[in-house]
């Protein structure tokens, strides 16, 4: 299969969807193409890429709208046009889960777990607590313990901060002694890793054809290579965000979150200069077009610039 026929077919499923989730695709245009070039995009150039994946006009300024009122975006009128960045919030945020979406998957465990105490919260701040949390890969232990056997204790800190329990919150560290099959178990009881584990075997299947014929493709067009950019991280994200990245020790044996990363990366290596080259000409600033990425897109899965030209490899 080529790649445009491959593309085609991943943008008609998306859009074929019963509920097409427009604003969810925009977080991830911005994350993922916006936030590390600058920042702000003008809202017609928005408007012209969303059409791509099947998406109107009226569908991008109504997803656009609700998101500045839920404080992600924030709009900036210059002449008659609308330029949107994201709010300093959702800035926090996004660099919070692109920490995770990019990062290279943890290796060794030392057997540490992260305890977090609610019982001196209020009870619309446990569950605020509950909710944010989780996206961090928190666990519930009991009603009022969170745990956590590897988080970044930077991104936890920023995200107790932001949502005002840093002063009421008990941060404590504790170790696995003995009973390791009992803390498989545990594991299996505080996370719903079979669900999260069946998410990613879909991943793999959506896209391994593109993977195929990526491998196969001497040449990919710009706009479709920016497509299955997005489609990917989309995709991706969406099941990543509710993986808690658990130790390979805590996992099931036949665990998928692995081999989905690495289809994501090899896939993201293939095609990420196209894409970028598509960005260059099809949205604009306020100043003009895009900048150049910042130094932190080059970070991404381990070194962007250390892969020019992978199309060769496969999942």
């Not at 491998?215 to 509710?242: C, D, H, N, P």
């Not at 690495?262 to 290596?269: A, K, V, W």
């Not at 080259?277 to 070194?303: I, K, M, N, Q």
Request: hydrophobic share 40%.
């Amino acid at each position: 299969m080529k790649f445009g026929t491959a593309c085609r077919k991943l943008v008609e499923s998306f859009s074929s969807r019963p509920t097409l989730r427009s604003g969810s695709l925009i977080t991830t245009v911005f994350g993922d193409a916006i936030s590390p070039r600058g920042g702000n995009v003008w809202l017609g150039s928005l408007i012209s890429i969303m059409a791509d994946f099947g998406i109107s006009e009226r569908l991008v300024r109504t997803s656009v709208f609700r998101l500045s009122r839920d404080g992600w975006l924030q709009s900036e009128q210059v002449g008659r046009r609308s330029y949107y960045s994201l709010t300093e919030d959702g800035r926090a945020r996004f660099e919070q889960a692109t920490q995770r979406i990019y990062s290279v998957p943890a290796g060794s465990w030392d057997q540490r777990w992260c305890l977090l105490l609610l019982s001196g919260l209020s009870t619309s701040s446990k569950e605020v607590a509950r909710k944010e949390l989780g996206w961090l890969g928190f666990g519930p232990l009991s009603a009022n313990v969170l745990a956590h056997p590897a988080p970044d204790l930077a991104v936890l800190d920023v995200a107790i901060k932001r949502i005002g329990v840093a002063d009421q919150l008990v941060v404590l560290e504790g170790q696995t002694i003995r009973n390791e099959p009992g803390m498989r178990q545990l594991a299996h009881n505080g996370w719903n890793l079979a669900a999260i584990n069946a998410r990613y075997e879909q991943f793999l299947e959506m896209f391994r054809p593109i993977m195929k014929a990526a491998g196969q493709s001497s040449k990919i067009e710009e706009k479709q290579a920016f497509i299955a950019r997005t489609l990917l991280i989309q995709e991706y994200r969406k099941v990543l965000l509710r993986d808690p990245q658990l130790p390979q020790e805590l996992l099931p044996a036949d665990w998928k979150g692995a081999a989905a990363y690495q289809l994501c990366r090899n896939l993201y290596l293939s095609i990420y200069h196209e894409a970028d080259r598509y960005l260059d000409s099809a949205l604009e600033t306020t100043d003009g077009p895009l900048p150049p990425p910042g130094p932190v897109f080059w970070t991404r899965f381990g070194g962007l610039q250390e892969a020019e030209h992978p199309r060769a490899s496969n999942d």
